[in-house]
Every structure is written in C-alpha cells, then in structure tokens.
C-alpha cells in the first residue's frame, strides 16, 4: 500500500484512499462510486496545474513555437515539434526536402525507443512480475532492467544527434532543421541501433509471455494510417468504426470539453463516445504497415486479436513498435543522403495551420491561426493523454466490479495495472493514482 493510504467502512459506505499513482508521469486521482456491485461513476481526476502553452506561444513565430511547445513534455517532445512543425508547413505551403523527411521520420523513430523502452520496462513490466518498483525488480531481472536502460540510452542518443539534445530538442526547424547533418554523422549510429533491433527483438518475446488478466472491450480505435508505411508525421485519421479524416480535419469529428472533476480537458467523438489511442489502436488499425520485422515478431506472438480488445497487451504493441522504429532507423540510416539545404526558404504571413502526428502515446493534433505578421494569433494542442481521458475512465469502470472483491492491496494493484496500460502522461494533459471508491446504500 501507499504510505497514505486509507481504507474505512461505515454504514454501507466504504471509501478507499489511495494518495498517488506511481509509474506514471503525473499526479491525479481516481473516484469509483459502486452501487450494489455496479459502478455507476469512475472519474479520472487530474490536479496538476494547467500549464497555459496555448497561451504562451500566442504572438511568437512559428520557429519560436516550435521550440517552445517541445518543453510540455520532457518524455515526448519531439512529437510537439513534429505536429507543430507540419501545421505550419502545410498552412504556408511550404515544400519540404525528402531526405529532411527522412530524417524527422528518424528522430521520430528515436524518441518512441527511448519513450517505449521507459513504459516497458521501468513503468510497465513491475506490475507484471509483481514488483512496486523497476528498483525492487532489479534485484531479481537485473538483465531486463539493464536491456531496457541500453534501449532508452540507444533512443536518446538518436534523438541527441538529429535534435541536438536529448531532451527538448532544438534543431528542427520550418522548412527542415537548423544544419545539415552528414552521411557520415548518421551513419555512426547505425551499432547502436542495430543492437537496440536485437533487444527489441527480445523484449517482445518477453512480454508476450506475461500473464495478463482476463478483460476484454470493445471501444472506438482512432489512430493515424498511410498507404506505404507505418504512421509517425503523414497519413489520414482512421478509426475502427470506419472513419477516415484529412489531418487538419480532426476537429469535424472530435472536441475537447471541460469536465469539472478535472484540470485536464477531455476529448470525445462530436457524437459524445469516447475513443482510444495509443500503439494498441496504431497496431489494429495500420499494422499491415508495419516494417517487416516487426510485423514477423507480431505474427510470431499470435496477439494481435488480443491487443485490439485487452488493454494490458498494449505491452506487446510498445514492444512490436520498439522493433518496428529500431528497424526503419537502420533503413533509414543506410538510404540517407544529405538534402541540398538544411531548410526550404520560407516568407511568413498570415494562415491557419493544423496537423496531427503519432507520438509514442497516441495521436497529437495541433491547430494555429497565424496573422498577418505571421505570429501565432491563436492556438489549440491536444495531447493523447487528454483524449484518451474518457476511454480510460469508461475502461475502468467496466473493469473495477472485477476486482473489488479482492483486497484493497489486490485490488488497488489491478487497477493501477489497468490505468499504466495507457502509459498516461498526465502532465502534458493539464493545458493519477489516489483511488477513492464509494459504496452508494
């Protein structure tokens, strides 16, 4: 348990109290309200303070935005860049070099290795082999420990190199990057990542051995699809219910409202469903794009029917994808030739951009109206966290009458186990888990 943890039971009522979520990035609180074995409420309650980045680039250029929206998230920045960097490239009709497309693909590739290498391994895997801490496991599977902390060092190194540091980034820029970057720069990183292919390779055999608990649902998958490869910068909205959207076209299908039992906005469908993102939808919906290796390591785990209705597999997608980045960096890395210019000249001016990408949770939309200065009058960015909100809590509230039977401890790890499946980045949703579940007489 918790240091704070409380458990008290009077007139039929019960309350269980469990102060933070740990292995998550973020603070917020879980409220179950069971009535006669149903839960009849679950809200995901976020407290972390709003951040106001909307605010914040509003007046800057898009050069100035780019760089400052890359510090909303520490784990995923080069996503914010990614989203941002295309809206304004699409809005201003701005043609981008191929081999400059390569290499965002390849710095994207970087920070989903590092990014899914920290959720399996550190975050994920504990709940797993029934450990509080990636600490305590390290006692018993040093070596697993020690694959996945190689994996992030090989995904940082990658994201160092291309962004010029590993943590927030700072040379991508409109039209390309801030230099150019040489065959033979590129080229030394291909040991690292061709060892990081191997313990991808590994990690998905381990974790597709894992016991899961039995639970299935049957919710709305949205995730980004393009004809010839796996979805990272381009490609159309997609869901399983058969929807298939331009990417600035995200908001004819879905908005953001406020919910008052949170600091996070939420998203749904316009039609008020909630719908769920992440590499459990990617795989379902685009994994006939997958890089051949990773789609053979798929295949080899006979999972993929499970990963579209059981949560807890979604540690199968992170490690397949762990497969799938690792091997198109090497690809990319061998193919790679030097564009003529670091960056396509560009004027500024007055237009509205959006865009969405697919960062390591889920899909990241962005929208801004540029005046006729060329400076940001207006700003939205919607984080994966924030939309996947509504499925988590519909999740759990199909998933706690499961488990409240058990004892707090049991119970409280279940569900923990439950909300870690969506790798939750709760700081970047503020623009988790103190679990409080009441007994209605």
């Known amino acids: 348990m918790h240091d704070t943890d409380t458990l008290t039971e009077s007139s039929g009522d019960l309350a269980v109290d469990i102060a933070g979520l740990t292995r998550v990035e973020g603070e917020g609180s879980l409220r179950l309200k069971v009535r006669n074995g149903v839960v009849e409420q679950a809200r995901l309650e976020i407290f972390e303070a709003p951040r106001y980045f909307e605010r914040l680039v509003v007046g800057r250029t898009p050069d100035e935005v780019i760089d400052i929206v890359a510090r909303i998230c520490g784990i995923c920045p080069v996503a914010y860049q990614m989203t941002a960097v295309h809206a304004f490239e699409h809005g201003l009709g701005i043609e981008i070099d191929p081999a400059v497309r390569a290499l965002r693909r390849l710095l994207y590739c970087g920070e989903w290795i590092e990014s899914h290498a920290l959720h399996v391994y550190l975050l994920h895997l504990p709940d797993f082999l029934g450990y509080p801490s990636a600490l305590d496991m390290a006692h018993d599977y040093r070596a697993a420990v020690e694959a996945g902390l190689t994996l992030k060092r090989a995904g940082n190194k990658l994201v160092e190199m291309i962004g010029g540091r590993a943590i927030h980034p ?33 990690t998905v055999d381990l974790v597709a051995g894992l016991d899961t608990p039995e639970f299935e649902r049957d919710g709305r998958l949205v995730a980004l699809k393009h004809p010839h490869e796996y979805p990272m910068n381009e490609g159309r909205i997609v869901s399983s219910d058969g929807l298939d959207l331009a990417l600035t076209d995200w908001r004819s299908e879905f908005a953001e409202q406020q919910v008052p039992w949170s600091n996070a906005l939420q998203s749904r469908g316009r039609d008020g469903r ?39 597999r979604s540690i199968v997608a992170r490690a397949v994808e762990l497969v799938d980045a690792a091997a198109e960096a090497l690809d990319i890395i061998e193919a790679y030739q030097p564009p003529a210019e670091a960056a396509t000249r560009w004027r500024p001016g007055p237009c509205s951009a959006a865009w969405a990408t697919e960062a390591p949770r889920g899909l990241i939309f962005h929208a801004y109206e540029l005046d006729e200065q060329g400076l940001v009058a207006h700003a939205q960015i919607v984080p994966p966290t924030s939309q996947n909100q509504a499925a988590i809590e519909a999740d759990l509230a199909a998933f706690a009458p499961r488990v409240l039977h058990l004892s707090h401890d049991e119970a409280t790890l279940r569900i923990e186990q439950l909300v870690r499946s969506y790798d939750p980045c709760i700081s970047c949703a503020t623009h988790f888990l103190d679990l409080r579940v009441e007994n209605l007489p």
């Open 170 to 202: 700072v040379s991508v820029r409109v039209g390309g990057f801030s230099r150019s970057f040489r065959r033979t720069e590129v080229s030394a990183l291909r040991e690292t990542l061709t060892a990081a292919l191997g313990i991808a390779l590994q």
């Open 274 to 312: 909630p719908y769920l993102l992440g590499p459990s939808s990617r795989i379902t919906l685009a994994g006939d794009q997958l890089h051949p290796t990773a789609a053979a390591a798929l295949a080899r785990t006979g999972l993929a029917g499970e990963i579209a209705r059981n949560p807890y």
